[in-house]
């Protein structure tokens, strides 16, 4: 997913889901989850953007490489490509909701939100 893209995204709240490829076996510590290991494949973080600059910003720090991890996919996204979004504009949150719906059709809960 290019920087250009970015600018297409609504500033208004929503749920999202970012899919990110990883191409090697990994074992990462992912903060008060601990150690994860994380095998090569595409995963699915799920989440919700609620606050100021809604899904444009949140999916903006997603695509970017975090300086100091603060959401799950932040340790995971320093190994792995971000390659598609999808979002619904939505004052609720509803980041289970999609999770389950993930769930349902074959994804493994690796972190509360993040799928395989």
């Known amino acids: 997913m290019t920087a250009s893209l ?5 500033p208004q709240p929503g749920v999202y889901a970012v ?3 990883v191409t090697e076996r990994l074992t990462l ?3 008060s989850l601990g150690e994860m290991t994380v095998t090569p494949g595409d ?5 919700s953007a609620l ?3 809604g899904l444009r910003a949140r999916v903006a720090h997603h695509a970017r490489i975090a300086a100091r991890p603060h ?4 340790y995971l996204r320093r190994h792995a490509v971000l390659t598609t979004v999808w979002y ?3 004052s609720r949150r509803r980041e289970h909701q ?7 059709m074959g994804g493994i809960v690796a972190a509360p939100v993040l799928l395989r």
């Open 6 to 10: 970015l600018p297409v995204l609504p």
């Open 19 to 21: 899919w990110l490829q």
């Open 29 to 31: 510590r992912v903060g």
């Open 43 to 47: 995963w699915v973080y799920v989440g």
């Open 51 to 53: 606050g100021p600059g």
């Open 71 to 74: 959401w799950h996919i932040d």
């Open 88 to 90: 619904s504009i939505d």
């Open 98 to 104: 999609w999770a389950q719906w993930f769930q349902e």
